[in-house]
């Protein structure tokens, strides 16, 4: 089982920056392909950024690439999503989520946060 906290979210203004947090209650963390995800109002829940268990192969949603980093901590637990040059368009509530397999996709992802809201104002 694996439990994950997010932190870090908040209310800022358009063009500010914010680091997402997101702890990890398990054994062996690397063994755990990381991704963070967003959802807004009345939408899906999206791919944001995506991280492997060694940290070396890191992938972007096309709206947030060049702006967002994810970064991870295996001594530590903990991934991170550093969120630079926010819009109104990234309000949302974030999730950091766990699995075995390297995905964009929800549905391969086994464990999940339970969200921070995230909210940029114009």
């Known amino acids: 089982q694996v439990q994950l906290v997010e932190s870090g979210g908040g209310l800022v203004q358009a063009g500010d920056s914010l680091r997402l947090s997101c702890a990890a209650s398990?054994?062996?963390?690397?063994?755990?392909?990381m991704g963070w995800f967003r959802q807004a109002p009345g939408k899906e829940r999206e791919f944001v950024a995506r991280?492997?268990?060694?940290?070396?192969?890191?992938d972007y949603a096309d709206t947030v690439k060049g702006r967002f980093t994810i970064s991870r901590d295996n001594a530590k637990n903990t991934v991170y999503l550093q969120m630079n040059s926010l819009k109104p368009e990234d309000t949302a509530v974030y999730y950091c989520?766990?699995?075995?397999?390297?995905?964009?996709?929800?549905?391969?992802?086994?464990?999940w946060g339970q969200g921070i809201q995230v909210t940029v104002s114009s």
């Open positions: 989520a766990a699995t075995w397999k390297l995905s964009r996709s929800r549905s391969d992802y086994h464990y």
């Open positions: 398990v054994r062996t963390f690397s063994n755990y392909d």
């Open positions: 991280i492997t268990g060694s940290g070396t192969n890191l």
